[in-house]
């Protein structure tokens, strides 16, 4: 069972709201996706109160305790943006409370800084926060009301303060959508990216120029290969060499460690993953992952901070089955 707050809410998207709605009434309709089905509103997620403007952390009030026998998801503001669909990454603002007792959890500042970078997958995050994202449309404020199942179960979370058997509303904000897809460039024609020379064993030096890292993240082909075409969620054997552009520091190479990787594409930081789909077994490649296609506003331990952007060197080895 997954506890912490790690495991909810991961990574920031420096997105800028077009306006900022008025409150409106939790229960608001919505609009309709042919390749998404919401999850239904309720008595308990329309028994919630949620006062304040888009973008600024809302007042949440609710006669409690509410015990839903499974996810339901009400609209309070609806948004004019994206559907959110599964496995979208999302950025987020959000209020975590506890349904039995009306504790609040956790929140996001509710600043450009503080938003949070959610995958809308079951596999990565609870259920229920999932069910709750999935099919919002972007610029929404949506709230939800998760039962254990969807959460914590009969554990509950200890960290966070959700007892056995608990409950939670967790009334979120979606800020924007990332599109995780890259267009693959010459590296030899792009400006403005690190320098990179190889050594007579392969493996690269990788020199950060003293200038910002670009917006979003960009794909560069140093040299591409004559192999298969790697397809999603590849198991692959990579040679790579991470840095981090905002420090100038390494942070992991399989180079140092003597011997290529092997990993599957979906099963790495998206943006790492999402560069070598599409290549040519053989390609060399260097990429600029910004935080909402990396670790986000969450980093990664002591090596990349919240708003660092990562550079990865990668030599695809072989396509594996």
Known sequence: MRTGLAVLISASLLVSLAACAAPTEVGVEEPVSATCTPAKSGAASESVSVTGELGAKPVV????????????????????????ENDDQVSVNFTLINAATGSELSTTTYSDTGEQTFAVDEQQFLA?????????????????????ADAWGDEGSADL?????ESIVFVVDLVGKATSSFTAEKFEDMKDMPAVEFD???APTITIPDIDPPATSRLGIISEGDGEVVPEA???????TGINWNTGKVFDSSWERGEP?????????NGFGKAIEGQKVGTKLIVAVTPIDGYGSAGSGENIGPTDTIVFVVEIISLDA
Do not use: M, W
């Open 161 to 165: 303060g959700v007892g056995a058997g």
């Open 261 to 269: 990787s092997p990993f599957n594409t979906s099963g790495v930081v």
């Open 128 to 148: 229920g926060l999932v069910k709750t994202i999935a099919c919002g449309s972007v610029g929404s404020r949506i709230v939800g009301v998760i039962p254990p």
């Open 234 to 240: 590849a198991n692959v054997t990579v040679h790579y």
């Open 61 to 84: 009030e609710f006669d409690g305790p509410l015990a839903p026998e499974t996810t339901e998801r009400s609209i309070a503001i609806q948004g004019d943006g994206d559907i959110v």
């Open 200 to 202: 007579a064993d392969g």
